[in-house]
């Protein structure tokens, strides 16, 4: 059995807050040293440069290299190094230092899904055929690493490895050279960040090689969802059976492994990352990973610095959102200039029968339940069966070490998520410590169905719970029976935004919409890595198997779809900006389900989705190829963002990583030209403005439509744009009124420019306030 720092991560997908145990302690010691974009060319007198500062404030050249972690030096400059708090104060006075951030601890957010998402290759002028499956673009994948042998990474028919390409495939562990090829173009590990806060990386806590081979599979995961090559006859223990591929399938992978099975991932290593990623030539960075709220200001944010210098050389940079919803301001990864990803659901479902004693038949879901499907167990419930060493509470929702071993051995146990206990992964490990023979978890209803190989396990509602406890109570010999799981194509409503996946408004910067678009990351199937796989028995009595594919659920597995789709408008669009491909993306996304209904998200209540679920909507790739106009914003417009954000010059220059200028004029916090306008305080009137760029026919006329939000009024002014051969970019104001004179909640609405082809719409989120609501009387 996988040992329980193991366990943990399989399901880090869904439970990136009970792994704050990972955060920073106050006995760290590793620094990141930030000194903003790199002065010499030359990479050797960048890396003297730093190990020269270092030398000064430890006394001598010795203890500088002892204490030097990386020497940031290609993307920009700075280095990592172990010091004291007096050290890092003193470093920070030095001249050409911007900052002194200390280490984070980063934890991972966890195929049908793209056949759903309509990107297919027997699609005329579709995305697949219109960018030759994304060959030419480069998906840097930072993440748990790779398992090379995986078929998802082969490479028959991709094209060589273009001259453009710089980086390496970095040996280690069971990985060298050979384990490179036309797929995987590049290999690099990065540890050292992790080890000096941690210490040596500990193998009693479970497998883990040190190179970019991956023992967790959750990088294998993601990079296979991305640019995996096709495979036919996939599945998980037979059951989402069928063709499993990637989006891109001929996109190149370049793995950075930053995460490590047996914890989390460090920021010092992350930063060195993002350095060599855009040294090495990759056009998009795919980051699962994040760390859950209070969110660091973009100045001490190794996510936004990263990503500042990647979009500032053109690379599109996404993130998973978080999976700490259906909490409102639970968002993660927020920058502007990041693309934001939320879950969601997709068309197919695992539907389980389980049979009573009295011949009710419910149903529930699973993923394999590997239980005798022709017979009856008898049915306890863990109230029932507690331990005298345990309260009742506890044992309602089988907490380890709850249950009795005696009572439970060789039954069924009912179980009932808590408020403390929301997994039923818990409650499986529970009732196979104490020979249970399988386990029924009543939960809030929702989509993803946890995985429970080692123990038949169903999900079932709080309805269905209840009926049983019912039936319980009246029956004196208590019996159930697990049919087999099936799997269910196109017989549920779908999209929906999955229950878990975190929401808006930004708790950092409420002015930016975030998320910014939904992605399917329920119940995703895609490779593994064998190393994390238990054994499993394909039917009883045969021989074990290992797992190769698995079915994970967390903005984890939303954010490589969308990092896919980007690798995809890249090849079609070589020339187009990360603002205008993520413009692309939001203004085409979808509002609407399979049945034309507006979309759903799953939460207490279901309740009509909004832009804090899924920012734009559901991804649709096939209009991005072509939205008509697109609202693009490049480094200055980000600089002048911080600025109103507050932030003085030497707080932008941090993240810019040049001497910046703020501009007092104008209110950047409204008027950043995202493809979205949110205002969070709207006293009585507001002008906003934003621009577009005609990027679809050049003779266009565009007219304005609006949905209003409720308790305001919304005029566009001009409500016509002509375009033409040398009219390209216009501008136009939104001016937004007040109706309401009592403190308001945010209400939502849309702008519509419309060609008789094209609809490009915004969300318009506002909430309006009353200036003296907090005035004392
Ligand atoms: C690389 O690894 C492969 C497979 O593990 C092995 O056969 C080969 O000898 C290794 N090559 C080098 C140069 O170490
Ligand atoms: C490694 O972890 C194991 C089990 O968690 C523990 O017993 C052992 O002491 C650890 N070793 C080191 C060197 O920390
Ligand atoms: C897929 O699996 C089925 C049943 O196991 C087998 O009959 C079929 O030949 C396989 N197809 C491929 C392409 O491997
Ligand atoms: C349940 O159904 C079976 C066969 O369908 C029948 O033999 C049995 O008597 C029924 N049991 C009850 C309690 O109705
Ligand atoms: C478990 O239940 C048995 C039978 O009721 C009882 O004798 C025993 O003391 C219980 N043990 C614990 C630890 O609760
Ligand atoms: C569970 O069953 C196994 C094998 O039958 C036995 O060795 C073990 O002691 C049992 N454990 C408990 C907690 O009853
Ligand atoms: C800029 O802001 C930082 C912190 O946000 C502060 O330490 C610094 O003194 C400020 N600089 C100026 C020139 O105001
Ligand atoms: C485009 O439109 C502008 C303003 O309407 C006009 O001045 C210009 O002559 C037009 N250019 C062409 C090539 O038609």
């Not at 951030?101 to 899904?113: A, E, H, K, Q, V």
């Not at 990107?119 to 748990?144: C, F, H, K, Y």
């Not at 994970?552 to 896919?564: D, F, K, L």
Request: glycine share 8%; hydrophobic share 40%.
């Amino acid at each position: 059995m996988a040992s329980p720092l193991i366990f943990s991560m399989l399901y880090l997908g869904l439970v990136t807050l009970q792994l704050s145990l990972f955060h920073l302690s106050a006995s760290s010691n590793v620094h990141i040293v930030y000194m903003g974009e790199k002065r010499h060319d030359e990479p050797e007198l960048v890396s003297e440069s730093h190990h020269h500062i270092l030398s000064h404030v430890l006394g001598s050249k010795e203890a500088a290299e002892e204490s030097i972690i990386y020497s940031y030096k290609h993307g920009f400059s700075g280095f990592a190094a172990v010091l004291t708090q007096t050290q890092a104060k003193h470093i920070a006075d030095f001249p050409g230092v911007v900052n002194v951030i200390p280490n984070r601890i980063f934890s991972l957010c966890t195929t049908r899904s793209w056949d759903f998402l309509q990107v297919r290759p027997d699609i005329r002028n579709g995305i697949l055929a219109q960018s030759r499956s994304g060959s030419g673009s480069i998906i840097g994948i930072m993440d748990t690493g790779i398992w090379p042998e995986s078929e998802s990474f082969k490479d028959d028919g991709m094209g060589e490895i273009p001259s453009r390409w710089r980086g390496i495939c970095q040996d280690g562990e069971q990985f060298n050279r050979s384990h490179c090829n036309r797929k995987i173009i590049g290999a690099r590990w990065y540890i050292k960040g992790y080890e000096a806060e941690f210490g040596k990386l500990n193998r009693s806590d479970g497998v883990e090689f040190l190179s970019p081979r991956d023992a967790s599979g959750h990088g294998t995961h993601t990079s296979s969802t991305a640019a995996g090559a096709l495979i036919e006859n996939a599945s998980f223990m037979g059951l989402a059976g069928g063709v499993a591929r990637g989006g891109a399938p001929s996109a190149w992978l370049a793995i950075y492994k930053v995460c490590w099975s047996t914890g989390g991932c460090s920021s010092a290593d992350l930063l060195a990352a993002f350095d060599d990623a855009i040294s090495d030539g990759v056009d998009v960075v795919s980051l699962s990973l994040g760390s859950p709220p209070p969110l660091p200001s973009y100045a001490e944010d190794v996510v936004s610095i990263g990503s500042f210098h990647a979009v500032t050389k053109g690379i599109s940079v996404v993130c998973s959102g978080g999976n700490s919803g259906p909490y409102p301001q639970s968002v993660i990864n927020t920058a502007p200039w990041i693309l934001t990803v939320a879950a969601s659901t997709i068309d197919r479902a695992f539907p389980t029968v389980i049979t009573l004693g009295n011949n009710q038949s419910l149903v529930g879901h699973a993923v394999y339940t590997g239980m005798d499907v022709n017979k009856y167990f008898p049915l306890v419930y863990g109230e029932d069966i507690a331990s005298i060493n345990a309260d009742e509470d506890t044992a309602r929702s089988c907490d380890s070490g709850s249950l009795n071993e005696t009572l439970a051995r060789g039954k069924v146990v009912l179980c009932f998520q808590s408020r403390s206990q929301r997994s039923a992964t818990v409650a499986a490990s529970t009732v196979l410590s104490v020979n249970g023979t399988g386990l029924i978890f009543a939960k809030v209803p929702t989509k993803d169905v946890s995985l429970s190989w080692s123990l038949p396990c169903v999900q079932i509602d709080f309805t269905i719970g209840t009926y049983l406890l019912t039936y319980m109570e009246a029956t004196r010999n208590p019996v159930v029976k697990f049919g087999p799981t099936r799997t269910a194509l196109g017989q549920q409503i779908s999209p929906e935004v999955a229950f878990f996946s975190s929401r808006g408004p930004s708790s950092l910067s409420p002015t930016v919409l975030k998320p910014d678009i939904a992605a399917p990351g329920v119940n995703i199937l895609a490779s593994w890595s064998p190393a994390s796989s238990p054994l499993y028995y394909d039917a009883p009595g045969t021989k074990q198997l290992q797992l190769k594919f698995k079915l994970e659920s967390g903005t984890s597995m939303s954010c490589p779809h969308i990092s896919a789709v980007v690798a995809l408008l890249k090849t079609i669009h070589p020339d187009w900006s990360p603002a205008a491909i993520n413009s692309a993306l939001i203004t085409t996304a979808s509002l609407e389900d399979a049945y034309d209904q507006s979309i759903v998200a799953e939460g207490a209540p279901h309740k009509q989705a909004d832009p804090f679920d899924y920012g734009g909507g559901h991804v649709n790739p096939n209009k991005a190829i072509s939205p008509g106009l697109v609202y693009d914003s490049g480094v200055s417009d980000y600089v002048q963002f911080l600025c109103s954000m507050g932030y003085n010059d030497t707080a932008t220059s941090l993240v810019a990583g040049t001497p910046t200028k703020c501009l007092k004029s104008t209110n950047f916090l409204v008027n950043l030209n995202l493809p979205s306008i949110t205002i969070p305080d709207l006293k009585q009137r507001l002008t906003v403005t934003r621009t577009v760029r005609n990027v679809g026919p050049e003779n266009s006329v565009y007219i304005a439509r609006i949905q209003t939000p409720a308790g305001v009024s919304v005029r566009v002014k001009p409500k016509i744009l002509r375009f033409n051969l040398t009219v390209k970019v216009l501008n136009f104001n939104v001016v937004f009124r007040s109706h309401l004179r009592i403190q308001g909640r945010y209400s939502f609405g849309n702008l519509f420019w419309e060609d008789g082809f094209h609809v490009v719409r915004i969300p318009l989120i506002v909430r309006t306030i009353i200036e003296d609501f907090y005035a004392e009387t």
